[in-house]
């Protein structure tokens, strides 16, 4: 399918690992011409040399922590006029005793996922809407609106990002920029793998990762059997990043193999 984007920059930001590397690929496949943030330069520059060699388009890496003002000003420097932005961040870790979050922990989980996306955005829209032409897909998580005790630290900021996406969504898409989000279950990705570490230690379990799929998968049912690999995700992120979704605005698409029980 031509996603009709050749030719336009694109940022992906968390696109070193994981669902953020996955849509990196899609994107550079469509023949955009791709920025891709991360915190670990080894492994972002690798990252960035394989997609560039393996799809024959231009990758620019950037060491930047998007959470973080100067991480945020490295990004804006490098690429000051993208067509695309997709966000994704590092998943917090699954907390304990709900009764022990403490305020440090709440500032750190608001400033990750939910400030730090805002900034990113508020500081390219403008652009876009001059341009009159846009796509902005922040990879979220299903826990914004699936309510998991033990991802407090996770579902809450990005509820408020979904709030927020919604209601820009309808102000900027009269000026052709269009904001979804995504919902994503759990995935078997290396992010993914730190967190069953956590996992583990949350339910005293032996931190066996056969063990730990185990246990989630018969305390979370997911219709499909299986936990999705991040190539299940990044089909429908380049997607809703290509001239095709132009009529899909403010949504917010749970992929999770079934597993959140609504029709909303």
């Given amino acids: 399918m031509d996603l009709r984007i050749a030719g336009k920059k694109a940022i992906m930001a968390g696109g070193s690992a994981g669902m953020g590397r996955a849509t990196a690929e899609r994107l550079a496949e469509a023949g955009v011409e791709l920025f891709i943030t991360a915190r670990r330069e080894e492994r972002l520059v690798n990252a960035a040399r394989e997609i560039a060699d393996k799809y024959g388009t231009k990758v620019t890496p950037v060491v930047a922590d998007s ?142 990762p056969a063990v730990v799929r185990k246990h989630f998968l018969e305390s979370n049912y997911v219709p499909t059997g299986f936990i999705g690999e991040a190539d299940d995700l990044a089909a429908m992120a380049a997607f809703l990043c290509s001239e095709l979704a132009r009529f899909i605005v403010g949504q917010n698409i749970v992929i999770d193999g079934g597993q959140h029980r609504s029709i909303f």
């Fill in 67 to 208: 959470s973080t003002e100067e991480g945020r000003s490295a990004l804006f420097a490098a690429c000051p006029d993208p067509d695309i932005l997709s966000i994704t961040i590092k998943p917090p870790e699954p907390n304990g005793n709900f009764l022990e979050l403490t305020p440090e922990m709440w500032r750190a989980s608001i400033e990750t996922a939910l400030i730090g996306p805002i900034e990113i955005m508020r500081h390219y829209i403008p652009g876009m809407k001059d341009r009159k032409w846009g796509r902005i897909v922040n990879i979220a998580t299903f826990s914004a609106k699936n309510l998991m005790i033990w991802r407090l630290m996770s579902g809450p900021a990005r509820s408020a990002l979904l709030n927020y996406t919604g209601c820009v969504a309808r102000e900027v898409a009269p000026h052709g920029v269009v904001m979804n989000n995504l919902l994503p279950g759990l995935f078997a990705t290396e992010g993914a793998q730190e967190v069953m570490v956590s996992y583990a230690k949350a339910f005293n379990l032996v931190p066996d």
